[in-house]
């Protein structure tokens, strides 16, 4: 699976951000609370098919891609389309929603989802065959909405998956799971979303050295919120790199799309540990201090409405 949310610390964080962490921290045993709602599925749709590749959500998806210029873009299209067409076809061919996803599942699989890698991104999905979590459901969830499908997606702490309405049950789809990922069960559809529950607890108990957020996680998002974690996870490679404002520039575009807490937060210790870099200018360094206050207020105001969880 992918750890979207667990960053490795390469320096202690000042006895200010501790003195913040354990103000917070005192919160959250008092306000945060956490649980499964009910599964709520709607006919809307994020994209307009019948214009999809000038969409503006597929747009915002091939820019999390630096890199992305009109050549690589035709190209991305061009390898979405044919993946399409195929659906397309298999969906001609089944009569029974059940039948359709399990051939949607083998089908990407088969065709993008090769080698896991995590905090991969999306073009390198679809260029070199190698996904993570995010960036397989990422292709489910485009998958299943140009096929009209009514689906959710689910995000945990270390983790984001899919669950299907189909007019024989519920099914959850695992994209890190070629062999077991397409669960019709309900029973053990239960029991995976408890197994990413405990999934949080056992990371705060085995990552001492880690950040883990404070926030626990359970919640339905959107395709556009899905893409903003993909912002997020560069920013967790840079931040690994020591790339301290190269995060703080993926942050910036991952809050954009999606103002998640578990941003916020890294957003804190990403300024934090570019204050301490010796060569800093000191005009920066004013500005940075002030972007700071602000996270830090605005990290203190989502906990504060967290038990609303």
């Known amino acids: 699976m992918n750890n979207i949310n667990t960053i490795?610390?390469?320096?202690?964080?000042?006895?200010?951000?501790?003195?913040?962490?354990?103000?917070?921290?005192m919160m959250l045993v008092c306000f945060v609370g956490y649980g499964q709602s009910a599964t709520i599925?709607?006919?809307?749709?994020?994209?307009?098919?019948?214009?999809?590749?000038?969409?503006?959500?597929?747009?915002?998806?091939?820019a999390t891609d630096e890199s992305i210029n009109e050549q690589k873009a035709y190209f991305l299209k061009n390898e979405l389309q044919g993946l399409f067409d195929v659906l397309d076809r298999k969906k001609m061919?089944?009569?029974?929603?059940?039948?359709?996803?399990?051939a949607v599942f083998a089908e990407l699989f088969d065709s993008h989802l090769h080698n896991y890698k995590?905090?991969?991104?999306?073009?390198?999905?679809?260029?070199?065959?190698?996904?993570?979590c995010l960036t397989g459901t990422l292709l489910f969830a485009l998958s299943l909405e140009k096929l009209g499908f009514q689906y959710a997606i689910h995000e945990t702490n270390n983790h984001v998956y899919l669950t299907v309405q189909t007019s024989e049950g519920e099914v959850l789809i695992e994209t890190t799971d070629r062999k077991f990922g397409l669960e019709k069960n309900k029973h053990l559809i239960a029991k995976r979303r408890k197994e990413y529950q405990r999934q949080y607890e056992q990371a705060k108990e085995n990552t001492k050295n880690a950040f883990t957020s404070f926030f626990k996680i359970?919640?339905?998002?959107?395709?556009?919120?899905?893409?903003?974690?993909?912002?997020?996870?560069?920013?967790?490679?840079?931040?690994?790199?020591?790339?301290?404002?190269?995060?703080?520039?993926?942050?910036?575009?991952?809050?954009?799309?999606?103002?998640?807490?578990?941003?916020?937060?890294?957003?804190?210790?990403?300024?934090?540990?570019y204050l301490q870099m010796p060569t800093l200018q000191s005009d920066k360094k004013e500005k940075l201090l002030q972007y700071e206050d602000f996270y830090v207020h605005k990290l203190a105001a989502k906990l504060s409405s967290s038990k609303t969880f």
Do not use: C
Not at 11 to 16: E, G, V
Not at 93 to 102: G, N
Not at 247 to 266: G, H, M, P, W
């Open 8 to 25: 490795p610390l390469f320096i202690n964080i000042n006895l200010k951000l501790k003195k913040l962490y354990g103000f917070l921290l």
């Open 118 to 132: 995590a905090l991969t991104t999306f073009t390198k999905t679809m260029e070199q065959k190698e996904f993570d």
């Open 93 to 102: 061919k089944y009569t029974s929603d059940q039948k359709l996803l399990a």
């Open 41 to 62: 599925y709607t006919h809307q749709k994020v994209v307009n098919w019948q214009n999809w590749k000038d969409d503006f959500t597929i747009s915002l998806l091939l």
């Open 218 to 273: 359970e919640r339905q998002i959107d395709l556009t919120e899905l893409i903003g974690l993909q912002y997020f996870n560069k920013a967790v490679n840079a931040y690994n790199q020591k790339s301290y404002e190269q995060s703080i520039n993926f942050l910036k575009q991952s809050i954009q799309l999606y103002d998640a807490e578990r941003s916020t937060e890294l957003m804190v210790l990403s300024i934090k540990q």
